[in-house]
């Protein structure tokens, strides 16, 4: 039940991550149409761009691996049983999640720090607060911590042979 929710949540802010596409698309086309056809550039594009993309991939991070799309060495791993993946698995979800937890703590009190100080970007004239921004740093990794989580409950489930690791 705990796995279902995880992954819920990991597919929905997936597909929400996967959607900002569509405004990153509508403001480049409107940055290129301004720039271009009536010499007028703006002064948000840049901006918006790279925390739009930025915040894609962010949120993606805990659906791909809920859909066991990370980066893995499949020429020796598909040599292996399902329990010796499940256990090759488990080891790295033992040092990474340690790891993403103490990432969400940093990056919430870098967060919480430019949300009280008031930071700026200072990358464009747009002049945006990176609090926001920051913000989606926090949910990513809080997402993903929670998906590592997941993913270890079902590698001891493979472990025990009530499943697999990998759907």
Not at 15 to 35: D, H, K, M, Q, S
Not at 67 to 96: E, M, P, W
Not at 106 to 135: C, D, I, T
Request: charged share 15%; proline share 3%.
């Amino acid at each position: 039940m705990i796995v279902r929710l995880i992954e819920r949540l990991s597919e929905y802010f997936g597909i929400a991550g996967a959607l900002l596409i569509v405004p990153l698309i509508l403001a480049t086309c409107y940055e290129v149409f301004a720039r271009y056809l009536f010499g007028a550039p703006t002064i948000w594009a840049y901006e918006v761009g790279y925390t739009i993309t930025g915040s894609h991939f962010l949120l993606g991070m805990a659906f791909t691996l809920m859909a066991g799309d990370h980066i893995r060495i499949d020429v020796f791993s598909g040599h292996f049983s399902a329990r010796t993946r499940a256990l090759i698995d488990l080891a790295g979800y033992v040092v990474l999640l340690p790891l993403t937890i103490w990432l969400v703590i940093y990056l919430y009190q870098y967060m919480h720090g430019a949300w009280v100080q008031g930071e700026k970007s200072g990358q464009s004239a747009l002049n945006m607060p990176v609090w926001p921004f920051r913000l989606v740093f926090v949910t990513a990794f809080l997402l993903l911590s929670l998906q590592i989580f997941a993913e270890m409950i079902k590698a001891f489930r493979a472990l025990r042979g009530s499943q697999t690791a990998r759907g």
